[in-house]
């Protein structure tokens, strides 16, 4: 499966951006897709990811500020991001996997990544 992200740029801090992944085949029979993001320097993280029947799990440093969410009718899965800080500045990528025993496992399919930058 490839994926392509969009949405992403220059936001002030406290200010929105909602960004999009498009899938190239159908995610009705994808098990979990996730948002992670990498910071310069710093290893990439998972940020949020969310089941087949919609069940989502965040970071904390996101909770209550970003929300994962997807649509099967058109292979896309979203992440809203609001109140964005400064250190939320990274490079954004979508990823496919499955959840396990209630964690989320990341296959090796990604996206080119959308940047995001927050200034303060």
């Known amino acids: 499966v490839q994926l392509v992200e969009s949405g992403g740029g220059l936001v002030q801090r406290g200010g929105s951006l909602s960004l999009s992944c498009l899938a190239s085949e159908s995610t009705f029979g994808i098990d979990a897709m996730a948002w992670y993001r990498q910071a310069p320097g710093k290893q990439r993280e998972l940020v949020a990811a969310?089941?087949?029947?919609?069940?989502?799990n965040y970071t904390d440093s996101v909770k209550g500020r970003f929300t994962i969410s997807r649509d099967n009718a058109k292979n896309t899965v979203y992440l809203q991001m609001n109140s964005l800080k400064p250190e939320d500045t990274a490079v954004y990528y979508c990823n496919v996997g499955i959840y396990y025993s209630g964690t989320y496992f990341g296959l090796d399919y990604w996206g080119q990544g959308t940047q995001v930058t927050v200034s303060s």
């Open positions: 969310i089941s087949s029947g919609g069940t989502a």
